[in-house]
């Protein structure tokens, strides 16, 4: 998803033992982002960014409760132009905020144009932002979206009389992935807060058994605008079920298999084998997931070029050339495959290991999303032996949460936010996929998309990468609440810093969020400072 935040990127460590147990799914995720932006200085970093922090209340909920934390934000005074220009406010997800969060990408490349102020808040329990006594099971009951909604609150207040922000400069929220959920969801419960919002990949759907994400991923390695094609996926699923196979054999082929994919420890147990298909699965899911962006060490035509060349070696030859290359680009020295090193990991309460950020998403999926990664469909081309009951096990084993309360908690998130339909007015929800809807022109790269009549994710046409965008908003909800589908792109493309090999989709989705900022701040000159609709 959870998309959007900077990540730490994965380490390399000495020991095969010793290797961290995170999803490969998860360490693509962060070293696509370190890539894309950093976390530390960098030489071209402007001087006019600072790292600030602020005290905010442990549980903003119950004002007789004293405790507190600190939460890290960044700011970017280089483009600012008081007292009526915009603040862009940079929501962070789940994971480190560094300082490029505010001067690449967008919002930070948007501030020229309009002279904004442009800060990033670091989302609590993640990065630097983790209080005191660190992640224990009663102190992670202060970790939630609404929480986190309410630290967005505090701070627009706070940092307003920092830095001396006039009532009529307008407020605009930015995020993508989990943090395009919380951007679309503080427009929607602090509108008087938040004038507008860009939700750039946003799943704002919580849904408990996701099986929709690798309906994705299948049609895409079978789509050739993307580098795909029917042949591709099929070979794929045979190398999947080649591995299953063997891996339900005796002890010596376990061996070989173990040597071939370059799995850390022994395959004997059937725990560690299905911690061995979850990881490989993961691959593939990542490769899909960031295809083309800076950072990801494959795309889909680079995975299917791998799989088809060496069918002559057997299906599984390809998939092992595509473990090399993305264990040698995140620094591991095998594939983890331990069900128990996962498992402590996930219980490692320790402030160290937390800035991972592992042990905290996975307690929001249990407390909040779901959002559980299956393998149903007919066309999907992994293992079944990763289910739904067994992702629900997990958070019993570690959070104590049975999965009746875990349904239950996804539900009511969808009742609290509205799920697809979040009511919020001027929430500009931006996704990568292929058409759907009505495009401008017989050319047009760039979807408008018109109400569909049933579940948005039973309509997909070529060309859809990204798969998170079935948990977005994909029609437009109404005049001030727009729509956005570009073709091709991948998750939360648009937010990464601009290329020179971007697809014209992205360029052109660029320029449309560009288009609609216009319209809602030139509302803002109108409403804001005299009475009027917020």
């Given at each position: 998803m959870a998309p959007a935040a900077l990540l730490l990127a994965p380490l390399l460590l000495a020991s095969l033992r010793d290797v961290s147990a995170g999803s490969l799914l998860s360490r693509l995720r962060d070293h696509v982002r370190e890539a894309q932006a950093g976390l530390g200085r960098s030489p071209g970093e402007p001087s006019s960014v600072t790292e600030g922090w602020l005290w905010q209340p442990l549980d903003p909920f119950n004002s007789s409760d004293g405790r507190s934390f600190r939460q890290r934000y960044w700011v970017n005074v280089g483009h600012w132009r008081p007292p009526r220009a915009p603040v862009f406010l940079h929501i962070g997800g789940e994971g480190s905020l560094g300082p490029s969060s505010v001067w690449k990408g967008h919002p930070g490349t948007l501030a020229a144009s309009w002279g904004a102020l442009v800060i990033s808040l670091e989302h609590r329990f993640y990065g630097q932002s983790i209080p005191p006594r660190g992640l224990d099971g009663a102190q992670l009951r202060f970790l939630s979206s609404r929480h986190a909604l309410a630290d967005v609150a505090s701070a627009r207040l706070r940092l307003s009389g920092i830095y001396n922000i006039s009532a009529s400069s307008p407020w605009i929220a930015f995020g993508g992935s989990y943090a395009g959920s919380l951007a679309a969801w503080a427009r929607l419960k602090y509108p008087h807060l938040i004038w507008a919002a860009v939700a750039s990949s946003a799943p704002?759907?919580?849904?408990?058994?996701?099986?929709?994400?690798?309906?994705?991923?299948?049609?895409?390695?079978?789509?050739?605008?993307?580098?795909?094609?029917?042949?591709?996926?099929?070979?794929?699923?045979?190398?999947?079920?080649?591995?299953?196979?063997?891996?339900?054999?005796?002890?010596?082929?376990?061996?070989?298999?173990?040597?071939?994919?370059?799995?850390?420890?022994?395959?004997?147990?059937?725990?560690?084998?299905?911690?061995?298909?979850?990881?490989?699965?993961?691959?593939?899911?990542?490769?899909?997931?960031?295809?083309?962006?800076?950072?990801?060490?494959?795309?889909?035509?680079g995975l299917c070029h791998l799989v088809l060349a060496n069918q002559s070696r057997g299906p599984l030859s390809g998939l092992q050339d595509a473990i090399q290359l993305v264990l040698q680009t995140l620094g591991l020295p095998c594939l983890p495959s331990s069900k128990a090193a996962a498992l402590a990991e996930l219980k490692d309460t320790n402030p160290q290991a937390a800035s991972l950020g592992y042990r905290q998403w996975f307690y929001q999926t249990c407390t909040e999303f779901g959002y559980y990664i299956t393998c149903k469909d007919p066309s999907c081309p992994f293992s079944r032996r990763k289910t739904l009951s067994d992702q629900l096990q997990l958070c019993a084993q570690v959070f104590g949460l049975s999965p009746t309360s875990v349904a239950q908690a996804v539900n009511w998130t969808n009742t609290y936010y509205g799920g697809w339909s979040p009511g919020a007015t001027r929430v500009f929800f931006v996704n990568g996929k292929g058409w759907v809807g009505v495009p401008r022109g017989p050319h047009s790269q760039v979807s408008f998309t018109c109400p569909l009549s049933v579940f948005p994710f039973l309509f997909f046409f070529p060309g859809d990468i990204d798969p998170w965008h079935v948990l977005s908003v994909l029609q437009a909800l109404g005049p001030s609440e727009p729509a956005m589908l570009m073709r091709g792109t991948s998750h939360c493309s648009d937010m990464a810093p601009p290329q020179p090999s971007d697809p014209p989709s992205l360029y052109l989705g660029r320029q449309r969020i560009v288009q609609q900022l216009k319209i809602w701040l030139q509302e803002a000159k109108v409403n804001l400072g005299s009475p009027g609709d917020q």
């Open positions: 704002v759907q919580a849904q408990l058994d996701f099986s929709g994400y690798n309906w994705v991923v299948s049609r895409s390695l079978a789509d050739p605008q993307v580098g795909g094609s029917p042949k591709c996926q099929r070979a794929m699923a045979q190398a999947f079920s080649e591995l299953d196979d063997r891996l339900s054999e005796g002890g010596e082929t376990r061996a070989v298999v173990q040597a071939e994919v370059r799995a850390c420890g022994s395959l004997e147990a059937p725990e560690d084998q299905a911690e061995l298909l979850e990881q490989l699965e993961g691959l593939v899911e990542g490769v899909v997931q960031y295809d083309q962006q800076a950072g990801a060490p494959l795309d889909v035509r």
